[in-house]
């Protein structure tokens, strides 16, 4: 296949994915709504979507990288995301002390970058098993 085809091909999959990925944890994090958060300025809940675009995106970097196929790019995306939302349920379940999602709507930043670190960091994680 044409190289440029294929690199728009890989570049549509992502942005579908990404896409995808974040309408799931939109429907997940019921405490508030990340858009309306995001428009209101609220950086700790930008900081925690920004780091499950990147997590997301180094996921899908690495199944590039290690697949043959876009039909294995989109399964192992697709299995990335949940992943990364089992990651975020679990950074929520032991938080006991506090609400992740109530400590991101009332704007603490320094849960937004702890989430951050986990979809990023665990992205790697994910991302070097796909090899």
Same mark, same amino acid.
Request: aromatic share 12%.
């Given at each position: 296949?044409?190289?440029?085809?294929?690199?728009?091909?890989?570049f549509?999959?992502?942005?579908?994915?990404?896409?995808?990925?974040?309408?799931?944890?939109?429907?997940?994090t019921?405490?508030?709504k990340?858009?309306?958060?995001i428009? /209101?300025?609220?950086? @700790?809940?930008?900081?925690?979507? $920004?780091?499950?675009?990147?997590?997301?995106?180094?996921? &899908?970097? !690495?199944?590039?990288?290690?697949?043959d196929?876009?039909?294995?790019?989109?399964?192992?995306?697709?299995?990335?995301?949940?992943?990364?939302?089992?990651?975020?349920?679990?950074?929520?379940?032991?938080?006991?002390?506090?609400?992740?999602q /109530?400590q991101?709507? @009332?704007?603490?930043?320094?849960? $937004?970058?702890?989430?951050f670190?986990?979809?990023?960091? &665990?992205? !790697?994680?994910?991302?070097?098993?796909?090899?």
């Amino acid at each position: 296949m044409n190289p440029f085809l294929l690199t728009f091909l890989y570049f549509a999959v992502a942005i579908l994915i990404v896409l995808a990925g974040l309408f799931i944890f939109e429907m997940v994090t019921r405490k508030y709504k990340d858009w309306h958060e995001i428009k /209101e300025a609220n950086i @700790a809940v930008a900081l925690s979507i $920004g780091g499950k675009i990147i997590g997301i995106c180094i996921i &899908l970097m !690495f199944s590039i990288l290690h697949n043959d196929t876009i039909v294995e790019t989109v399964i192992w995306g697709g299995y990335g995301v949940v992943l990364q939302m089992a990651a975020y349920l679990l950074f929520e379940l032991f938080t006991r002390n506090f609400s992740v999602q /109530e400590q991101l709507k @009332a704007r603490n930043t320094a849960v $937004g970058i702890v989430s951050f670190c986990v979809s990023v960091g &665990l992205s !790697f994680v994910i991302g070097a098993s796909i090899t």
